[in-house]
């Protein structure tokens, strides 16, 4: 007997019937408990206004019983809604089941559970990425290699040497010489024209 679990053999709707009916409950208790609020507060008006002492305490006496009822009421309410909250979880729980179950059932899910064959396969991808990449790496490197020794600056032809840097040096203080002889000539000019300029005045 204790190996029976009544839970498996639960279904959603029974659970969602309990729910409804437990909420009508609810709802009618509550509007019980705002109706004898209501006429409490009616009471509790007439029991201020009314001179006739019999019929206050009648007031009163009805004024406690409908609290009384009240109380009652807002106990029974919160024990319904308690109720009603378990079973909205027990209904999750039975969601919960049947996704689980239902996900589970699918052909690629089922695969899954072989850990093992799994961790081999894992393991081939993350090889077989590995070796790509670095497959890859190489390749590139010897890109790299090839094509700093096609580089035209290693290459003898295009290659500075001692004699080349002598010239080279020479033509750049030649072209600084005549830069400053440049510079000279438009002074001396600009000194003549003034002269000129000043001759005429």
């Known amino acids: 007997m204790f190996g029976r679990n009544m839970f498996k053999k639960l279904k959603r709707e029974d659970v969602v019937d309990a729910i409804i009916a437990l909420n009508k409950q609810q709802d009618d208790l509550e509007s019980g408990i705002l109706s004898k609020s209501d006429e409490v507060e009616k009471l509790m008006e007439r029991g201020r206004k009314e001179k006739n002492r019999d019929i206050k305490l009648l007031c009163a006496k009805k004024v406690t019983s409908l609290k009384d009822e009240i109380k009652r009421d807002s106990k029974r309410a919160a024990f319904l809604l308690y ?22 059932k699918l ?14 396969f894992l393991e081939q ?7 790509a990449e670095n497959m890859l790496v190489d390749a590139d490197q010897m890109f790299e290699t090839y094509e700093q020794a096609a580089d ?15 010239l080279l040096a020479m033509f750049e203080m030649q072209e600084q010489l005549d830069s400053e002889l440049d510079v000279d000539a438009d002074i001396a000019s600009d000194a003549t024209e003034l002269s000129a300029q000043a001759e005429q005045q």
């Open 152 to 166: 035209s600056d290693a290459s003898p032809i295009y290659s500075v040497n001692k004699s080349d840097d002598e």
């Open 107 to 120: 052909p690629l899910n089922k695969l899954l559970n072989d850990q093992k064959a799994l961790a081999q």
């Open 83 to 104: 109720n009603a909250k378990l079973l909205e979880k027990l209904k999750a729980a039975i969601d919960d089941n049947q996704f689980v179950e239902n996900t589970s």
């Open 125 to 131: 991808s993350i090889k077989n990425r590995t070796d």
